[in-house]
């Protein structure tokens, strides 16, 4: 049971098709294969051509990484294959697109490889804006890992912390909006702190963050005050946290011009949409993709749609579960604009899970809908309060269990 009513019930209602027309099937493109676009490639396979292009055999989630990093599940259970996406007859393309010409509606793979398409959907998930942290580069993600796009390595945060000198000191830097998920970096210091209390109870953490607020902040705060008491701190803008510097050689992060020393460090850079996105011209100034809030068709390029954490769609938040209420969305559009399906009202659903001790849970949820300016707008909206009853923490503990279940059941089957 989730915060609101029928949630997953009401995103993952079967889409009743019509008959597809007695013609050569359209091509659908899908590049990505997270959860916003093996959705919507599989909620399209019965009906049109469908390749989704994803260089990785493998999906390892993002979300309900912290949960490993915390040691609460192996790290081989964020591993999900593709042959659940390939039995609803998409075809995948295991290589890496590096273009798009909406003009010509192609789009280029790694090897020169070509695929036209009628209708294509970006879900390439985000990538880090190399040059927005000073110091900062992706070559140091071996000494500094971020784990923060698909494919990073949660598992070096957790071999890190356990490494730490006693009394050492853990530092998070941590994303200025808007950003991927915004309550989990504060979940995974969380779960570092879970780490550190059961194997280094004398070390600290230390959190440099940008914003001067920051998701579900009461909650974390009276979290932390109740099972790590005096472990953590935070610096934000009012000490110079938006004028920060790292050093990786030196394991240094330098606020407002003072070093901190530091053992061990997780950077959350500063992020944007994926390269393919930029490379098809979907992307505006801010570095993320406009698309309008009915089927998230692009408001730049024709017969592109942009589902996930790579759109700017409003209010919904940066989560896998808005990336697959988005790729239900775009897949019943496009279904539609090739007269393949009836028009669905679009209605989206996002639930963000935090963990901050051993069964201990909040979260926050909230259904979307179109609203006068086009952009998605909040219709329901419920989080967890501060001071709760236990009882109320462990049940959100195992809703997150059976929601992550279910969620990589529906998208990887
Ligand atoms: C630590 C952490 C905790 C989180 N917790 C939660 C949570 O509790 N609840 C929640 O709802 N969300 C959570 N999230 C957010 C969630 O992970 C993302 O919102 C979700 O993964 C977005 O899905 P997506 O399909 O847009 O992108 P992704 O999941 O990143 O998938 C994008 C896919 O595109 C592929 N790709 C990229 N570029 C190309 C290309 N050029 N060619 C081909 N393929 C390409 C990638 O390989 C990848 O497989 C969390 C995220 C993090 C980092």
Known sequence: MGLLPAAGAALFAPAVFAPALAQARPKVVVIGGGPGGAIAAR???SLCDVTLVEPNPVYRSCFFSNLAIGGFLPFEALAHGYEGVRATGVTLAPLRALGVDPAARTVTLEGGVTLPYDRLVLAPGIAYR??????????????????????????AIRDQVLAMPEGGTWCLVAPPDPSRCPPAPYERVSMVAHLLKTHNPSAKILIVDPKPRYASQALFEEGWQAHYTGMIDRLGPDFGADNIEIRPGEMQVIVDGAPEDVDACNVIPPQRAADICVAAGVTDDTGWAPVEATGMASTLQPDIHVVGDAASTGAIPKAASAAASEGEAAAAA??????????????????????IAAQDAVAEEGAYAPGPDGRLAA?????????????????????????????TAEVFG
């Not at 496009?334 to 963990?355: F, K, N």
């Open 43 to 45: 909620r399209m396979a």
């Open 130 to 155: 190399d040059e927005a942290l000073p110091g900062w580069s992706p070559a140091d993600e071996a000494v500094i890992p971020s784990a923060y796009v698909t494919g990073g390595d949660p598992r």
């Open 334 to 355: 496009i279904l539609h604009a090739l007269d393949l399906a009836p028009e669905r009202a679009a209605l989206y659903r996002s639930a963000c899970w935090s963990s």
């Open 379 to 407: 219709v329901e909206h419920a989080i967890s309060q501060t001071g709760e009853d236990p009882r109320t923490r462990r049940a959100n503990w195992d809703d997150a269990f059976a929601w992550y279940a279910d969620l």
